[in-house]
């Protein structure tokens, strides 16, 4: 079992510290004014006072004159413990309401820039973490610019089962590519005069364009599912007139 202190529990209530001690000052003096509070929690009267009257806000004290002074008393632990059951109904109560508000919510688009080949790999392994089929717009010189990781990316996402169509220019190595389509879980089509400088991968809610260019490898990760999905249809107009 977890060890906590009264102090901590009263924090998770809710209460500062100096709630905290006004509290503790007060249920152990039982009622009392708002000076002996003070003196007993060491804190001055003024402040004393102001919180005496937040808690009686809060419905964790009371207060009764008697002979023109006040006399203030805190609930006793098992009300706040039971304060604390209500508010947890209550919001359970409109929980589902919350939930719809939550959803109505347009969430913002957020972008990273990743430099260098390490930087890279990091948005690799983001769409291999992803698991979601991956539409590629590339060009045949990425295989240049990650002599290595590419391969081991392929052979990564490979393992995992996610699939991959791929565009790229008629070239050589298009061709050589595409001759390991089966085995590698990936589609490969080509389109004439389609010299890019640049690969983009769309998957899931993301659009990941990464500058290819060995000695100037700077990686774009934006996540918006409308942009994503904007990305998406241009990929299918390609896709469709590729061979």
Do not use: C
Not at 66 to 78: A, G, I, S
């Amino acid at each position: 079992m977890v060890e906590i202190t009264v102090e901590e529990a009263l924090g998770s209530f809710g209460l500062s510290t100096k709630e905290g001690k006004i509290y503790l000052s007060s249920l152990e003096l039982g009622t009392a004014t708002a000076n002996e509070i003070a003196k007993k929690a060491k804190i001055n009267r003024s402040t004393t006072y102001d919180l005496l009257k937040s808690f009686i806000e809060k419905g964790i004290a009371s207060r009764v004159m008697k002979k023109n002074t006040t006399y203030f008393e805190v609930v006793n632990p098992e009300k706040l413990i039971k304060q604390l059951e209500e508010k947890k109904h209550k919001m359970e109560a409109v929980l589902e309401q919350l939930k719809l508000i939550e959803n109505k919510v347009v969430e913002k688009p957020s972008v990273e820039v990743y430099e260098g080949h390490e930087g890279v790999k990091t948005i690799l392994n983001d769409i291999l973490q992803t698991k979601k089929r991956t539409d590629v717009i590339s060009n045949s010189k990425i295989f240049e610019v990650f002599t290595y990781y590419f391969p081991h990316y392929i052979k990564q996402r490979k393992s995992a089962n996610i699939k991959a169509r791929v565009l790229q220019e008629t070239s050589p190595q298009t061709i050589g590519l595409k001759k390991k389509d089966k085995e590698e879980k990936r589609e490969t089509r080509t389109l004439k005069n389609f010299n890019i400088n640049s690969v983009t991968f769309i998957y899931n809610k993301k659009v990941a364009v990464i500058k290819l260019n060995k000695d100037d490898l700077i990686g774009i990760l934006i996540s918006d599912q409308t942009l994503a999905e904007d990305q998406r249809k241009i990929f299918e107009v390609l896709w469709t007139n590729a061979n």
